[in-house]
C-alpha cells in the first residue's frame, strides 16, 4: 500500500486519519503544528511523539517538501527559484525584496493554457493543477532557504492561472497560509488574466485577499491579438465584474500593464 503525504490531508483528513490509527484527535493538531509551524522535514523530527507512535506514522505515511533544483540571484536582489515536485515536474517561484517587505511570487499551476503572447509559461500549455499543499509548499521551502528573513506578503503571479485552480489556491490561502501560518489576507494578492466567473466567484473562497487584473490593453482588438481570454471574457465584461469585486475603504484592484513595443504602447 502507497504512504500517505501528511501534507496533502487538511485538518478534517488528519483527523480523520489518525482516527484510522486509534490516535486522539490532538494528535492531528500536533501534527499539523509541527509540519507548518515548526517545519519538521520528516516524522522522525516529531519529538512530541513517542517513538512508537513515529514508528508506527513512518510505516503508513510521510511529511513531503518541495526539493531546491536551482537558484539565481539577481543583481537587484531578486531571487529566482526552481523547486522540484514529487512527480518530477518542476515550478517557478520569485523572491522580490522591497525595502521592508520581503513578497513571494508563487505559482499555482504546471504550465498555463492562457497562452499570453508575452508570457514565456504560456509556451508550455498546461500539465496540471498545483494541490494546496504544493502551493503552501513552495513558501516553506523559500522560508528555510531564507532564514532569518521572513516572507511579508505572497502574490499569486508565477506559474499559471489562480482562478482556474481556485479551490487548491482557497485552500491553500484560507486552510494553511492565514490559517496556520498567520498571514493576513490583506498581504495576499491573487493575479488573473481576466477569468470572470473566478473574479466573481474569489471574495466568497478567499475573503479578503487582494485582486489584480493583467490587462496589458486598452481595447478588445488588441486585447484580442495578446491574450486570449478576452475572446471570452471581452474588456467591458470583465471591468463589470472588477466593480463588483468587493473593497474595504482604502483598497483598491490592482491593474497590471506591460508595456509591448508597437502593440500596446500608444493611444
Excluded at 520528516?42 to 531546491?68: F, H, M, N, P, V
Excluded at 539577481?74 to 520569485?94: N, Q, R
Excluded at 498581504?187 to 466573481?200: A, F, M
Excluded at 471581452?234 to 509591448?260: D, H, M, N, Q, W
Aim: charged share 25%; aromatic share 4%.
Amino acid at each position: 500500500m502507497d504512504k500517505v503525504d501528511l501534507k496533502s490531508l487538511d485538518m478534517d483528513g488528519l483527523l480523520e486519519f489518525m482516527a484510522a490509527l486509534g490516535e486522539p484527535s490532538f494528535r492531528a493538531r500536533q501534527l499539523m503544528h509541527w509540519m507548518y509551524e515548526k517545519r519538521a522535514a520528516s516524522i522522525d523530527d516529531i519529538t512530541e511523539y513517542s517513538k512508537g507512535l513515529r514508528q508506527k506514522l513512518s510505516e503508513c505515511a510521510y511529511i513531503s517538501s518541495l526539493k531546491l533544483r536551482e537558484r539565481v540571484q539577481c543583481d537587484d536582489g531578486t531571487a529566482k527559484y526552481l523547486l522540484a515536485l514529487e512527480d518530477g515536474l518542476s515550478i517557478e517561484c520569485v523572491l522580490i525584496p522591497d525595502k521592508e517587505r520581503l513578497t513571494l511570487c508563487v505559482s499555482c499551476q504546471v504550465g498555463c493554457a492562457q497562452g499570453c503572447g508575452f508570457c514565456k509559461t504560456g509556451t508550455m500549455g498546461i500539465l496540471r493543477d498545483l494541490l494546496a499543499h504544493e502551493i503552501v509548499g513552495q513558501v516553506l521551502a523559500v522560508s528555510e532557504l531564507i532564514e532569518p528573513g521572513r516572507i511579508t506578503h505572497i502574490v499569486f503571479m508565477g506559474m499559471g492561472e489562480p482562478l482556474l485552480n481556485l479551490l487548491e489556491v482557497a485552500k491553500a490561502i484560507v486552510g494553511t497560509i492565514t490559517g496556520i501560518l498567520g498571514m493576513s489576507p490583506r498581504r495576499i494578492t491573487v493575479s488573473t488574466c481576466g477569468v470572470v466567473p473566478g473574479i466573481l466567484d474569489l471574495p466568497s473562497k478567499a475573503p479578503g485577499v487582494n485582486l489584480a487584473v493583467s490587462l496589458n490593453a486598452a481595447s478588445d482588438h488588441v486585447r484580442d491579438s495578446i491574450m486570449p481570454i478576452n475572446r471570452c471574457y471581452p474588456i467591458a465584461e470583465l471591468v463589470s465584474a472588477c466593480r463588483k469585486f468587493p473593497l474595504k475603504k482604502g483598497r483598491t484592484i490592482t491593474f497590471e500593464y506591460v508595456l509591448l513595443k508597437a502593440i500596446n504602447d500608444s493611444l
